[in-house]
């Protein structure tokens, strides 16, 4: 067999050891999709990524994701770490613009750099839909919370660009901060409801400098806290515009995840309604952060 390079990155993160952690194999294509689902329990990561072909001539790369349990079409954090360790790795001339071809079509990715020289990588997902709208009483039961918790000025509503999350509203940090999965609740009400979705709840608070804190839930993938979800965060950034949020039909906003898991991570949302209201399919997504290289090898 091949020995394959194999990169680790942190993604939306700040600095090393942070943000959520990626491990992306530039695979020659020899391995079973058993091994790579081995591989990726190894890791212990949220998912893993497998670049099965590339041609960067014609700016073409097809990767493939794992997360513990299986190949999914689309996430947002090893959309960000694979473009990183293509435009460093493959790509040459380290383009400002790439294109990934996932299980959901291709995801356009670019990197935007500020006045200091710091690069964001930047990725538009696909356009969301909406789905339907759950019972507040019951996501308390899941949650571990009380009714009061959760803001009602809100929905609980699915959204997916991609890969489906329950998005559930909160009054503040302090109930962000008590929330957690509760069995048998979650088994039996939400799996039995939603099946193998993430569950998102947000406050409108930030531990630092953001506008609002986040915090995912995915104990159906074996990944009972994640610590930076960049496919559930575009379904807020969809949500938010959709419920009119910030009273706005276009946000710019920075949300924080992963410090009650001592992984601080740091995303940027914009999202923009392009159509008349009502149009789901017009809100432009789009979801940014910063990529941290940690180390790299080869797998035998």
């Not at 994640?226 to 496919?231: E, K, L, Q, V």
Request: proline share 7%; with cysteine.
């Amino acid at each position: 067999m091949t020995s394959d390079p194999i990169y680790v990155v942190d993604v939306f993160a700040q600095r090393r050891y942070a943000g959520n952690q990626l491990a992306v194999v530039l695979d020659s294509g020899d391995r079973t999709d058993e091994e790579r689902l081995a591989l990726t329990r190894e890791t212990k990561f949220s998912e893993a990524t497998f670049v099965t072909d590339s041609d960067p001539a014609t700016d073409r790369y097809d990767v493939r994701i794992f997360d513990p349990i299986e190949e999914i079409p689309f996430a947002g954090h090893p959309t960000l770490g694979t473009a990183f360790v293509l435009r460093e790795h493959v790509a040459p001339d380290r383009p400002d613009e790439l294109t990934l071809t996932l299980g959901v079509g291709e995801v356009p990715v670019w990197i935007e750099t500020d006045e200091t020289g710091v690069e964001t990588y930047w990725m538009r997902q696909p356009a969301p839909t909406f789905g339907e709208r759950a019972d507040p009483d019951s996501l308390a039961r899941i949650l571990g919370l009380s009714t009061d918790d959760i803001d009602s000025a809100s929905p609980i509503q699915l959204v997916s660009t991609g890969l489906p999350t329950l998005i559930v509203p909160l009054t503040s940090r302090d109930a962000l901060q008590r929330a957690a999965t509760r069995q048998p609740a979650y088994d039996r009400e939400f799996l039995d409801g939603f099946g193998h979705t993430n569950l998102l709840v947000f406050a409108p608070e930030g531990y630092e400098e953001a506008d609002l804190s986040v915090r995912v839930f995915a104990d159906y993938a074996g990944v009972p806290e994640d610590p930076a979800t960049g496919s559930s965060n575009g379904c807020l950034a969809a949500y938010l515009v959709e419920h009119d949020y910030f009273e706005t039909d276009e946000i710019d906003c920075t949300v924080e995840q992963g410090d009650e898991i001592d992984r601080p991570s740091r995303l940027h949302l914009r999202a923009a309604r392009t159509a008349p209201d009502g149009d789901h399919g017009s809100i432009d997504v789009r979801v940014g952060g910063r990529v941290v290289p940690v180390l790299h090898g080869h797998l035998h």
